[in-house]
């Protein structure tokens, strides 16, 4: 090849690599854009804090804004504990040899691959006719559903399932951050296995974990297609009363306005404005758990 | 080289008979048999890989949380196995106390450094806890340089003062042996003496054992040295001895410095 005609190869290598990252830069601000544009100016006090009236054509968001809250916070609450247990035990009690620890690696890595809407499906055949039916079967009149039905907490515990992986491979990754010297530091001081995890170990590992936290937040807030299954309502005019009533979801809402409306043109503004709600609340959930991120890796490095 | 008084008569206060250490098939440490002389350094030197360090861990069990190490033959501690019932590897660690070649003071604050073999012990009371660390700190001459910044986190020691950090760390919990692996091997020449005054100070109350690649840090610290080389001890004897008139050729070659 001669030197002129690398040259132009080079060159084109350049320009479509740059290309290809300015695209994406580009589709970002696209989005943004519109959504701030179409949806910003429609956002006041009163379309966060009132519910939805006239099918859907006026009036606010706020059962799904509390909907999304509630269930993501119940999520948290579940995966978290089960998550970091497990990233513990396959970290720091598995041999390296280990055979169970083998089997728990291979279901997480192929958990994470199931499509959500199969997570739904799992939802709704497990938590609420397996778990919901038997309990409904020992505590309910008969013939009566209470709790073999959609509901908030058998949506949050499906999503908890599906971020599960998530909260695992962070808190693995966090563990292993951990220098070998400090373990050994404690051990030889006469502490036990279980004394060093919960004083050197799991405080070291903590930013991370908290990392974990927030890319389960991040997708969990985001997934629709597992509560179709599992507990999110078109329209609810009062907001859940219990873990055991159907919820609004921010998500679910958006597909709502944009395919159920009887009045495009008027719907329209509502739309844009829950799409702005729901970008900005998962960029400030975002922002809150990296500021506490940060301080807890500073708190962290600087001693306490 | 300054010449250390021996004290033949000292009781052994930790002795190995026919130790052996495993990894996997291939053994690092050879029927190794040698006695820790009460409140005298002993000095493990001979060239890397030699089993120097592997045996210095055997005596706290740290080698048991190595996957696949084994260990054969006899450790004593006051002339009982450590290995026996009366003792887990947690209550010999207490009693058989590790500083590390490179330091690793905990991401806390210099007190809690120092707190944390006592907090996990179960002492909680202040009072006691401050007592104690101001006096293993003492022993450990940091106690001026850090008195005034108890608060503050280790990490902004040097590294000097982060290694005596650890081993005031190791003293609070008041072992009765204490194992050096390397201390100062990563320490400029003046944290270097100061580490060395401390081995002198801390014999007095301290069985202590340290491994080092430095010959003339052995000839100065310890009464008694060991030369290892493959895996086996081939000479163990008064340091004076052992760098003056070393029975064996190998030894002779190694502290004169014909390899290394």
Redesign the interface.
Known sequence: MSVASRKTLGAALTVLTGAAAALVVAMLAVILVDVFRGGAGRVSWEFLTSSPEEGMTAGGIFPAIYGTAVMTLIMTVAVMPVGVLTAVYLHEYA???SRMAALVRVAVTNLAGVPSIVFGLFGLGFFIQFVGGALDHALSPPGELHYGRPALLWAALTLAVLTLPVVIVATEEALRAV?R??R?????????RS?TLA??VLP?ALPGILTGAILAVARGAGEVAPLLFTGVAYFLPELPGSVWSQFMHLGYHVYVLATQSPDVEATRPLLYATVFVLLALTFALNLVAIAIRTRTRRK????? | MTSIPQHASAAPKMETRGLEIRYGPKAAVKGVSLTLPERQVTALIGPSGCGKSTFLRAL?R?ND?I?GASASGEILLDGRSIYAGHLDA??L??RV??V?Q?S??????IF?NVA??L???GLSDKRELGERIERSLHSAALWDEVKDRLG????GLSGGQQQRL?IA??LA?EPEVLLMDEPASALDPIATAKIEDLIHELKARYTIAIVTHNMQQAARVSDQTAFFYMGELVEVGPTEQIFTTPREQRTEDYVTGKFG
Request: hydrophobic letters at 40%.
């Open positions: 041999a390296p040899s220098p010297e400090h050994d530091a404690s051990l030889a001081l006469g502490a036990t004394q004083r050197v070291q962290a490095a600087a001693g306490h | 706290n740290m949380l996957p947690v209550e660690r207490r106390g590790m590390f490179k690793n003071p905990f991401p806390k604050s809690e944390y073999g907090r996990i012990g503050e986190s280790a990490m650890c760390r190791a919990v």
